[in-house]
């Protein structure tokens, strides 16, 4: 059967099957991002900390404390190296380290020497905990929390401590003050501001192309991930006018077994132009699968983590060339943009045998957001973690050199000033991924440090209905 053999493909390309979100996300675990962003108190505000750790020690005019010292900086991850994002994350730790590896040969932050640790998660929101537990007494910053629900299940700790962390995960309530309080730095823009970008561009695309507004459908997996971008989505065709024609929103299971028949009929009988699909990689082919077997023409799109390019390697590939538009929050490896030269360099001279990975671009702009936030702790005299807090939340206009848009976390109580709206959207393109090797490849032996075969289509945008939107918390909150 087809949604059968796609799916068992897309699990052995990809490395495991699963439930939440990432970028180029492998599959995930059978547990959604179904829990809630914890309660925090309301009389506690967005630019204030609770942290009550004293100053150890100064060096000069520094002054420092939990995981600083005279001589070294401890950055911490808290990352997923054996569970269902275990192929993506483990590339995202390889750019941080090579990273850290350059910022020390350059000197470190304020003449001090960056220690990177890392713990390993298994993509288990109890097991994240645990292991926050582990770190919490030696890290001065933590820059990956991989994760939607992992990273909401250690807010109240990270409160406690003063720490600020950078979430894998684009959930739109690290933007709400009264979730996180200042303690998760987004990178890029979030599910539900993606998804109204989405909608919009490919509704004028294919208007464009046919005459005629497109209808759709929204599917997705439940909870902030699934639910945050269906409701971006949604109230995009709500606002521009369009058919809802069939809503799945919350309907799709991550379960390795289960072929989705409901929502496949759904979206088949629905007649549907286009779909938007809120899911992973390996239910994403089984998805589209299915819908091709059961004679659905339609195109398809949806949030980045939907989509791995891996899934070029399966019987889907060729269905992907053909009819999937996918979104970017930051451009994808290889990509003729300033910035990716260097991050090409480093990878190719430190890690040649690896494969090439969207996914190091990820790393890559974590350790630039984590080193500006440092830079700017130390340039202050207060490398306390109430310092570094206090830096990261002054950030405004953070560049990336056409890698990724800016990034901005002040000022901290309005997010609608603030808020990254723009998007990338790519094409991927079977013939450019076979021509570099395929599966095959490494950035050493592939020319240019091969590719992932998505193909820029446009560059940063924001749409109008994303413009406009008047962003004060998150758009989903369970």
């Known amino acids: 059967m087809v949604i059968t053999m796609v799916l068992g493909m897309l699990v052995a390309a990809c490395g495991g ?54 001589d070294t900086i401890t950055v911490g991850l808290l990352a997923d190296l054996t569970g269902a994002f275990a192929p993506l994350v483990q590339d995202i730790v390889a750019a941080q380290e090579v990273y850290w590896d350059i910022v020390n040969e350059n000197g470190g932050i304020a003449g001090k020497t960056i220690e990177v640790e890392v713990l390993d998660t298994s993509y288990d929101p ?91 459908a929204v599917v997705s997996f439940p909870g902030e991930y699934g639910q945050d971008s269906a409701f971006g989505a949604k109230h995009a065709i709500s606002e521009l006018g369009l058919e809802l024609a069939y809503d799945g929103e919350g309907l799709v299971t991550p379960a390795e077994d289960d ?15 286009i779909v938007f699909a809120t899911t992973n990689a390996g239910n994403l082919g089984v998805l589209m699968g299915g819908a091709a077997q059961a004679g659905y023409q339609g195109l398809w799109t949806g949030a980045v983590p939907s989509y791995d390019f891996r899934m070029l390697d399966t019987a889907v590939g060729p269905v992907l060339d053909a009819s999937y538009f996918q979104p970017g929050y930051n451009v994808s490896w290889g990509t003729d943009v300033p910035g990716m030269a260097d991050i090409v360099d480093a990878m190719l001279a430190a890690r040649p045998d690896l494969r090439p990975s969207d996914a190091f671009v990820l790393g890559w702009l974590e350790g630039q957001t984590t080193e500006e936030v440092l830079r700017v702790a130390a340039e202050s005299g207060d490398m306390t973690r109430n310092g570094i807090r206090e ?41 450019a991924y076979e021509a570099a090797g395929g599966a095959s490849q490494t950035i050493g032996s592939a020319p240019d440090g091969g590719t992932t075969g998505s193909e820029l289509i446009a560059d940063f945008f924001v749409g109008d209905v994303a413009a406009s939107y008047d962003f004060q918390g998150a758009c989903f909150t369970g």
Not at 40 to 64: A, H, K
Not at 199 to 216: I, Q, R, T
Not at 259 to 273: H, K, L, N, Q, R
Not at 404 to 418: G, V, W
């Open 391 to 431: 830096a990261a939340l002054s950030i405004e206009g953070l560049g990336f050199n056409g890698v990724a848009p800016d990034q901005s976390y002040s000022p901290p109580d309005d997010p609608n000033s603030y808020v990254t709206r723009e998007i990338a959207m790519f094409k991927p393109s079977l013939e």
């Open 17 to 70: 099957d699963g439930g939440d979100e990432t970028t180029t996300a492998p599959p995930e675990t059978d547990a959604p991002a179904t829990t809630a962003a914890p309660d925090t108190p309301d009389e506690t505000e967005p630019d204030e900390t609770t942290d009550t750790t004293e100053p150890m020690d100064s060096e000069g005019d520094v002054t420092f404390d939990v995981g600083v010292t005279e």
């Open 259 to 273: 072929p989705e028949t409901e929502v496949i009929t759904g979206i088949v009988e629905s007649g549907a132009d």
């Open 126 to 216: 109890d097991q994240h905990r645990t292991q926050y537990e582990a770190m919490r007494d030696s890290v001065a910053i933590i820059s990956q929390s991989t994760g939607s629900p992992h990273t909401a299940n250690i807010i109240d700790l990270m409160l406690e401590d003063g720490l600020v962390a950078i979430p894998l995960s684009w959930y739109s309530g690290w933007g709400d003050p009264s979730i996180d309080q200042g303690t998760a730095l987004e990178q890029q823009t979030n599910y539900c501001l993606e998804g109204m970008n989405v909608v919009e561009f490919l509704s004028n695309m294919y208007e464009e192309d046919n005459g005629e507004a497109p209808s759709w």
